[in-house]
C-alpha cells in the first residue's frame, strides 16, 4: 500500500523557516518523482516544488521562488521541503504526492495526508 505523510509543521511567525519532510513507504521510492502542494482555505490546490526520481531536476513555482527549496533522501525514503522567508499567504495545509514517473509529469498518481503550516504577522 502506498503511503505519504507530510509532517511537522505548525506555527511559524512572518519571516521564519519551516522544514517539513514527507515520508513515503508501499512503493519503490527512487522511481517516483515527488511533488509538493498547497491548500490554503477557500482557495484551489496550488502545486509549488516538485523532484525528479533522482534529485537531478526540481521546479519550484514562481509564488515561492527563491524562498522554498526541495530535496530528497532516497536512502531513507523522504523528500523535504525547506521553507525560509515565510509569509502569513503561505499559511496552507502542504501535502506531499508521488509521480510515477522519473521526472514530474504534473500528474500524481497517490496523494499523501497533509500537513498544517500557519505563519503569524
Known amino acids: 500500500e502506498v503511503q505519504l505523510q507530510a509532517f511537522g509543521g505548525g506555527l511559524v511567525q512572518a519571516g521564519g523557516y519551516l522544514s517539513v519532510p514527507c515520508a513515503a513507504s508501499?512503493?519503490?521510492?527512487?522511481?517516483?518523482?515527488i511533488g509538493w502542494f498547497r491548500q490554503a482555505p477557500g482557495k484551489e490546490r496550488e502545486g509549488i516544488s516538485c523532484?525528479?526520481?533522482?534529485?537531478?531536476?526540481?521546479y519550484i513555482t514562481d509564488s515561492v521562488k527563491g524562498r522554498f527549496t526541495t530535496s530528497r533522501d532516497n536512502a531513507k525514503n523522504a523528500v523535504y521541503l525547506q521553507m525560509n522567508s515565510l509569509k502569513p499567504e503561505d499559511t496552507a495545509v502542504y501535502y506531499c504526492?508521488?509521480?510515477?514517473?522519473?521526472?514530474?509529469?504534473?500528474?500524481?498518481?497517490?496523494w499523501g495526508q497533509g500537513t498544517q503550516v500557519t505563519v503569524s504577522s
Open positions: 504526492a508521488a509521480d510515477s514517473e522519473y521526472y514530474c509529469s504534473g500528474y500524481m498518481d497517490d
Open positions: 508501499g512503493f519503490t521510492f527512487d522511481d517516483y518523482a
Open positions: 523532484i525528479s526520481s533522482s534529485d537531478d531536476s526540481t
